[in-house]
């Protein structure tokens, strides 16, 4: 029994009530260990003591040092173990204005003192696998810079105003956007692409070997697909729309993982100033305008091979055009070396190499120079 126990993941609860630290131990105690602490000063001594705590569930009024001043240590802390935590922060339904303080902060999800069994569970569940997530790709960062010399790009992808949409038609229909969104994740990125859900509405991508031209270009085809999405609820139409933070390693093998998230968090906040429905990068809002040519068609070529080999030529045919575009600068070089008669320019035609970006006519001088300038 004390084996299974320490396999558990750990949650540290921080209320000064014992009811409700006694009430929320009762719900979780066969899913977490738990750690209890009585105010914020005494929880943040066992974050800096316990290394194993993955989710810190944390009341909002409390002696020596509230919820919100906890929040603040642990966001600002230079311990990455500390300033990553999953932070669940309990509130009334009547507590607005501190869930709007708490969320500035950087809480993570909020919860009030009367939510259900299956719904908490659910929720620190979710907490604890982010958590054990970030710790994993943290630990395996070393091994992924080595394969990618530090090739690293991050997208936070966030749906706007989640709490508006929650309050003004309940939170199952926060929740629906969200599995949509997650279901719409999963189909579109590549298989070495990792899917992280980091709250409610928001979620991570990390992606090997892909720079931020190819990540503006998805984020961009995502907004996109999610705005075609129409729900209907008690004839209410309601539309949703992202908002999109992309951050990048740039080949530099010592930026962490935890460094590109904060940096792509940043940058969702920086597009929700603007009003929303967004893709920022370092270099400021990315655009149909200002994303690289070779990227706005780019596609997995891995997936669609592994797609050939189960036998589904006709999804991969689906994408064929898009495939003959990212593949002509590769099929280029090996007609340059090899001189094997690779129908360069009639691929390129094919591809309809000549409708973008208003390039003439197509010959295979003209494709080399527009695949230069795209690269």
């Known amino acids: 029994m004390i084996e299974e126990s320490a396999q558990l993941p750990r949650i540290l609860i921080v209320d000064d009530s014992r009811m409700v630290r006694a009430s929320l ?59 990553c935590l ?26 009030s003192k ?6 908490l569970l659910a929720r620190l569940e979710a907490l604890a696998k982010l958590a054990s997530t970030r710790r994993e790709l943290e630990q395996s960062r070393e091994q992924l810079v080595r394969r990618n010399r530090g090739d690293v790009s991050v997208m936070v992808i966030e749906v706007d105003h989640y709490d508006k949409l929650c309050s003004e038609y309940g939170h199952n229909i926060g929740q629906l956007v969200h599995r949509k969104l997650s279901k719409l994740l999963s189909a579109k990125v590549r298989k070495e692409d990792t899917i992280a859900h980091l709250a409610e509405g928001q979620f991570a991508v990390i992606s090997p070997s892909a720079d931020l ?22 004839e209410h139409r309601i539309r949703v729309s992202l908002t999109v933070g992309l951050a990048s ?24 100033k603007l009003g929303g429905n967004r893709v920022v990068s370092e270099s400021g809002e990315v655009t149909a305008d200002n994303i690289g040519r070779f990227s706005r068609l780019a596609v997995s070529v891995d997936h669609a ?12 045919k689906k994408r064929l055009r898009e495939l003959t575009y990212s593949l002509l600068p590769l099929l280029e070089l090996m007609e340059a070396e090899y001189r094997l008669g690779i129908p360069i320019v ?13 390039v003439g006519t197509a010959t295979t001088e003209g494709a080399r120079t527009v695949w230069r300038t795209a690269s």
Not at 60 to 75: N, S
Not at 305 to 316: M, W
Not at 346 to 358: F, R, W
């Open 346 to 358: 009639e691929l390129a035609e094919k591809a309809q190499v000549t409708s973008i970006e208003g």
């Open 114 to 119: 009367g939510t259900p069994r299956v719904e």
């Open 249 to 272: 390693a740039h080949g530099d093998a010592s930026v962490s993982l935890e460094q590109l998230l904060q940096a792509a968090s940043q940058r969702v906040a920086d597009g929700r």
């Open 213 to 234: 031209d190819a990540c503006g270009a998805f984020a961009l085809r995502l907004r996109r697909a999610i705005e075609t999405i129409v729900m209907t609820y008690k």
């Open 305 to 316: 091979l592994t797609q050939l080999r189960s036998g589904s030529p006709d999804e991969v």
């Open 25 to 83: 131990i009762k719900q979780i105690r066969d899913k977490f260990d738990v750690r209890e602490e009585v105010d914020g000063e005494a929880g943040w001594q066992s974050l800096l003591l316990d290394p194993s705590i993955e989710v810190v569930i944390s009341d909002i009024g409390m002696p020596r040092l509230d919820g919100f001043g906890l929040l603040q240590r642990i966001r600002g802390s230079r311990l990455a173990r500390i300033n």
């Open 86 to 111: 999953p932070v669940l922060i309990i509130s009334g339904e009547d507590e607005n204005e501190a869930r709007m303080r708490a969320q500035e902060l950087g809480a993570t999800d909020f919860i």
